[in-house]
């Protein structure tokens, strides 16, 4: 069949040649490259300065909040909404983006993740999850976040990061850097972990490990649902977030008076409550 | 996990997808009726690499099968990779006489993607219980070709692919790609490749 007569058939060609070719502006030889586009404000060091800079603004602060964010992976859109309804929450000091950040660890999905994570008003500290680590993830995670292992003291609370992803990296979580990062616990307010997986079924010593070292709650992502646990003969409670695909996020409240956290939606939040397993 | 056990080594899968040509070539099973037109294809870009090549049989002007490979140099953050594919192509009949070329401008194809690294696998690793993850050498690519026949047996063309994982994402939430990137979002999604096409 010969369209050459056709009147419409010309310019619509060449307007369709020329979106396509101008909207593939990106040249790329593999599937699997290693340079997202990412600036530098995803990154832990420059979200760390941002958090120092916030607080010699503010002072001390009696009461403040911090989002809980968790895999992301695939659904940057509800990411995205997730974040803009978190930056018109006045409370929310910083947010914390427990893992899974990618599905497969291919550079477009952590490109994505970057674009809304850029956006966030508040510093916003990822922490590494499984599947960042899939394909090239590891090289991506070094070069544009940072360490995966790191702490930061904000209002005489320590918060203190660290990889648990046991299938993809050996010997973690490093509990030697755990047990001197979680030193002088006494003289804090509070001191609080986070990592993509609360201690694993297989090693549910470890929660009794971060208790005797100080360690007031744990915050986690990975299941992909809500849930706040803690081990009846522990007490320690481990609150894990659900994933954004369900445009939902946690929010811990600190206070003088202790912690409480609330599972929410972009129209509400719900007290969690901590159950014994 | 059929697949996994199907694609359990690179090589198994580029023998797999020659054999497939071959067959389809009507060489070793009868088939001759359905004997298509020969050709060489070399691409760069477009997530196949440096260099891709590619032998392609054509049947009736429109349906194209390629199997190919591919190489990436060394790149930051990893060492030198080959990569396998086994693609579809269809052409559609519409066609553009441009002076003493004709141009086509609405190729549609799909295509599976093995690259041979050591970091990633098509057999999920011993540490991974079943069914963890999905195999993170393998991805499956779709491609839009625009090409322009310059002589009886030479093509050079323009083409544009979109990996699985950008195209499920545009699909599901298209808004997060208008808002964040031009030309209808698809700046976030798509690669550009150019190739040239020789038929025996």
């Not at chain 1, 090693?203 to 744990?218: F, I, T, Y």
């Not at chain 2, 002007?61 to 396998?84: A, R």
């Not at chain 2, 999905?134 to 491609?143: K, L, Y």
Request: with cysteine.
């Amino acid at each position: 069949m010969d369209f050459k007569h056709d009147a419409w058939f010309k310019p619509v060609t060449l307007a369709a040649i020329m979106a396509l070719t101008l909207s593939g502006c990106n040249y790329e030889i593999s599937p699997w490259a290693t340079d997202p586009n990412c600036s530098n404000k995803v990154s832990i060091e420059y979200n760390l300065n941002r958090l120092a800079e916030f607080e010699e603004q503010v002072g001390v602060r009696d009461t403040y909040q911090v989002a809980i964010v968790s895999d992301p992976q695939s659904y940057p859109g509800a990411f995205e909404n997730v974040i803009e309804h978190v930056n018109t929450l006045e409370d929310v000091d910083f947010i914390l983006l427990t893992g899974d950040l990618a599905d497969t660890g291919i550079k477009a999905e952590f490109e994505w993740v970057c674009t809304v994570m850029e956006k966030a008003k508040q510093p916003i500290f990822a922490v590494i999850g499984n599947h960042d680590a899939l394909a090239f993830g590891k090289d991506i995670w070094s070069k544009y976040f940072g360490p995966e292992d790191y702490s930061f003291t904000y209002q005489n609370s320590k918060f203190i990061a660290y990889n648990d992803n046991k299938y993809e990296f050996a010997n973690v979580p490093d509990r030697d850097w755990l047990a001197q990062e979680t030193q002088g616990y006494e003289d804090r307010d509070f001191t609080i972990v986070t990592s993509h997986i609360a201690p694993w079924d297989s090693d549910l010593a470890l929660s009794q490990e971060l208790k005797d070292l100080g360690v007031d709650l744990g915050l986690h992502g990975h299941v992909h649902r809500f849930d706040f646990w803690q081990l009846f003969d522990v007490q320690l409670p481990h609150y894990e977030a659900t994933f954004t695909k369900d445009e939902s996020f946690g929010l811990l409240s600190v206070n003088p008076a202790g912690l409480t956290l609330e599972n929410c939606t972009l129209s509400q939040c719900e007290v969690a409550q901590v159950r014994n397993r | 996990m059929i697949l996994n056990k199907l694609f359990q080594k690179n090589r198994h899968f580029f023998v797999l997808s020659f054999l497939l040509v071959i067959s389809f070539q009507g060489h070793g099973f009868g088939f001759s009726h359905i004997k298509g037109e020969e050709h060489f294809d070399i691409q760069s870009g477009s997530l196949m690499g440096l260099l891709h090549v590619s032998y392609v049989n054509e049947y009736d002007n429109q349906h194209s099968v390629l199997v190919g490979l591919g190489y990436i140099p060394k790149l930051s953050n990893h060492k030198e990779m080959l990569l396998h594919s086994l693609r579809y192509r269809y052409d559609f009949a519409k066609t553009w006489q441009v002076k003493d070329m004709i141009l086509n401008p609405l190729s549609l194809g799909v295509g599976l993607l093995v690259s041979s690294h050591d970091d990633l696998f098509l057999d999920l690793p011993a540490q991974y219980p079943d069914g963890y993850y999905a195999p993170s050498a393998m991805r499956i690519i779709f491609n839009y070709q625009a090409t322009l026949q310059i002589r009886p047996h030479f093509q050079a063309y323009f083409d544009v692919s979109v990996l699985d994982v950008g195209l499920i994402s545009y699909i599901r939430e298209p808004d997060f790609f208008y808002d964040n990137y031009d030309y209808l979002g698809l700046e976030g999604i798509t690669n550009w490749g150019v190739g040239v096409r020789y038929g025996f």
